[in-house]
């Protein structure tokens, strides 16, 4: 890692809260497991956003607080969660019949690649990844947008957005948008468009830890979240 990047990137947290600055009044939202979960803490306030899990709920809201959660309410990646009011249980087949009917507005899942057409690769075959693509593959392709939240760059200082994915595809360009620990990136017509950089950061050296172009289609706002762990 690049002493100097990893000084001034953005934690999870400020990530998740700048990804959860977009979810749109009334909208139904897939948050993947593990990190993309935290997003559920930052929702907007004035805004009402719908989650579910694809093991059978819809409706949840951010985890309870250590000691007060109960257990036969938990999300796909067996955390704990607590309920909103008109939360609905359903059967897990019930809950893909959403998913792959197109009902989710937005799914935000982790990606360790992310190509310039859409690509996303968020698993692995081996090592400690996460070992089989679950139910990722039919998110990707079943909402009508897909997210990613992610750091810019590997431990090892390897770019994460790339021209091309070398590990296994989850989905097949299906991405729409980026939030990393350094930019907020959409996808459009095959490349990255920038749209937000950290403004200690020049364009230039944030190229430089970018795998593919970087376009610039009009101005480049500046990413700057609240202070936060």
């Given at each position: 890692m690049n002493p100097q990047i990893d000084q001034i990137k953005l934690s999870n947290s400020q990530i998740?809260?700048?990804a959860a600055q977009d979810l749109a009044d009334g909208s139904y939202v897939n948050l993947?497991?593990?990190f993309p979960e935290m997003i559920a803490q930052f929702q907007p306030q004035g805004r009402e956003v719908?989650?579910?899990?694809?093991?059978?709920?819809?409706?949840?809201?951010?985890?309870?607080p250590a000691g007060e959660e109960d257990w036969d309410l938990i999300n796909a990646g067996k955390k704990a969660i607590t309920l909103k009011p008109g939360a609905a249980f359903f059967h897990h087949a019930d809950s893909f019949a959403m998913v792959r009917g197109g009902h989710l507005d937005l799914a935000v899942l982790g990606a360790y690649q992310v190509a310039e057409n859409g690509d996303l690769a968020n698993w692995s075959t081996g090592g400690k990844g996460v070992p089989a693509v679950g139910g990722a593959m039919d998110l990707v392709h079943g909402a009508k947008q897909v997210a990613?939240?992610?750091?810019?760059?590997t431990k090892d200082g390897k770019p994460k957005l790339l021209q091309k994915c070398t590990m296994p595809l989850t989905g097949v360009g299906c991405v729409t948008r980026v939030y990393t620990s350094l930019a907020v990136v959409d996808i459009r017509d095959g490349h990255f468009v920038l749209l937000?950089?950290?403004p200690q950061m020049s364009l230039?050296?944030?190229?430089?830890?970018?795998?593919?172009?970087?376009?610039?289609?009009g101005?480049?706002?500046?990413l700057t979240p609240?202070?936060?762990?």
């Open positions: 998740a809260w700048r993947g497991i593990g719908i989650y579910h899990t694809e093991n059978g709920v819809l409706g949840f809201g951010e985890a309870p990613v939240v992610t750091d810019h760059v937000e950089k950290l230039d050296d944030l190229q430089a830890v970018t795998g593919a172009k970087l376009h610039v289609e101005g480049i706002g500046d609240p202070l936060m762990a």
